[in-house]
């Protein structure tokens, strides 16, 4: 077979800071190089990636789509047109859309991933101005793809039943193909050295993990109220702890670090808000430190593109921001617990990765969740239940046996999800439509 696979969404292959589809379409495309020498493969890129070596040398044939970076100044029907005509001219026997939608007027054999419809099911996790400019690909492109391809990927059993219920696409098109994780193990050479983290960071060697995008869906808010007023309580166990925060900005963010503060003063840490309405009440002219913020900003800025971080703070509560991949391990490895209260996911893989780290997790009992991580691989929670997580974080922080078997039970069912399974699943949904 010759098959098509759209690789638009791969901009860091190989260097572990993929996110979402990009994530996804990476490493399957990888194992199916790997493990695939019977068919060919065809990989789809536009004018913003040109490392294809790494493909080119497995025997891929990389092409490029020429006109894209003029997509920004071409209508949309004109666009999927041209990108339509340049696929149909490939003659391939299937094409694979990895980002939930197919060209609109490419007839020939095709397959999608669909990873989630947060924006169907929560469409209040989403600024109206996104969902404004997302309304042809949700009412228009998104459905047309799904009722024209051949077979439908879902990344989890959850995301399969989100697709009947939403699509009314009938159960037999869709195949469940869970996703990859890498196993690492607390171990792993590829995380960076703690001390050099804890250094760089400011953090304490007690801490509890939260790693995600700074959104709404994520429960974030929610998680900082747990973790604060477990905090408040007498001879709480998490009086020695952190709560760390890693993950670039979402939408709405300002509100999770608004949290952030607010519970810092709380709990004694930083005094910022407090000194600021004070100072604000007694008419104090504040221009003068609103000149020394904007100023100690650009020189925290230029320290960042040094390599220089600091971000240290006594807050029992910090937000770190995006960690490299080699960070990231080290502080999931290192963390006592890690908790994703999320409101949905289509996969999770956030989860997946801390307890391939051995990393006990407490996440929610929601979407896709309780199917990745089994009967025993995690503390499952009401998300919308702040005392359930403060709970949780109780049971795992004093119940030694409980913790011990989180760790160990985690790692092994972590294991089940690999990139070469899903790689052979999705050779095999190939093959039924060839």
Not at 52 to 75: C, D, N, S
Not at 136 to 142: G, Q, R, S, W
Not at 345 to 355: S, W
Request: aromatic residues 10%.
């Amino acid at each position: 077979m010759r098959i098509g696979i759209d690789c638009r969404t791969i901009l860091n292959p190989g260097k572990g800071e993929q996110a979402g589809v990009g994530y996804y379409t990476y490493y399957l495309v990888k194992n199916l190089l790997e493990l695939d020498k019977k068919n060919k493969y065809v990989l789809f890129f536009d004018n913003r990636f040109h490392a294809t070596e790494e493909f080119e040398k497995m025997g891929a044939e990389v092409r490029f789509f020429p006109f894209y970076q003029y997509k920004e100044y071409l209508p949309v029907a004109y666009s999927q047109m041209l990108v339509s005509a340049y696929l149909d001219r490939e003659k391939l026997d299937v094409y694979h859309s990895p980002a939930n939608v197919i060209p609109m007027f490419y007839n020939r054999p095709s397959v999608v991933t669909v990873h989630d419809l947060a924006i169907y099911k929560f469409p209040e996790f989403f600024p109206n101005t996104f969902l404004s400019r997302q309304i042809f690909a949700t009412k228009v492109l998104a459905p047309q793809s799904l009722n024209k391809a051949k077979k439908i990927i879902a990344v989890s059993k959850n995301t399969k039943k989100d697709i009947i219920e939403e699509f009314e696409i009938p159960e037999e098109r869709i195949a469940v193909v869970y996703e990859g994780v890498i196993s690492h193990g607390k171990d792993c050479l590829d995380q960076s050295d703690f001390q050099m983290v804890k250094n760089k960071y400011g953090i304490s060697d007690k801490y509890i993990m939260f790693l995600g995008t700074i959104e709404q869906r994520k429960n974030l808010i929610g998680l900082i109220k747990s973790f604060r007023n477990l905090k408040m309580i007498d001879d709480s166990p998490v009086k020695d702890y952190q709560l760390i925060i890693a993950g670039a900005d979402g939408w709405n963010s300002k509100d999770v670090y608004q949290a952030i503060k607010e519970a810092n003063v709380v709990l004694g840490g930083r005094d910022e808000v407090r000194r600021a309405g004070k100072e604000r009440r007694s008419g104090f002219d504040l221009r003068d430190k609103l000149r020394e913020l904007n100023d100690k900003k650009a020189e925290e800025m230029k320290e960042k593109r040094l390599g220089i971080d600091r971000r240290q703070g006594d807050g029992a509560i910090k937000h770190l921001g995006y960690v490299d991949h080699a960070d990231k391990l080290s502080l999931i490895a290192h963390a006592t617990c890690f908790v994703f209260p999320s409101l949905y996911e289509g996969f999770g893989l956030g989860v997946l990765e801390a307890m391939s780290m051995g990393t006990p997790v407490i996440t929610s009992k929601n979407s896709s969740l309780p199917e990745l991580v089994g009967e025993h691989g995690a503390l499952l929670v009401d998300p919308n239940n702040e005392t359930a997580i403060s709970d949780a974080i109780t049971q795992v922080l004093t119940d030694d046996g409980l913790r011990e078997e989180l760790m160990t039970t985690g790692e092994q069912r972590a294991k089940e999800f690999t990139w070469q399974r899903c790689a052979l699943e999705t050779l095999a949904v190939y093959e039924l439509i060839k």
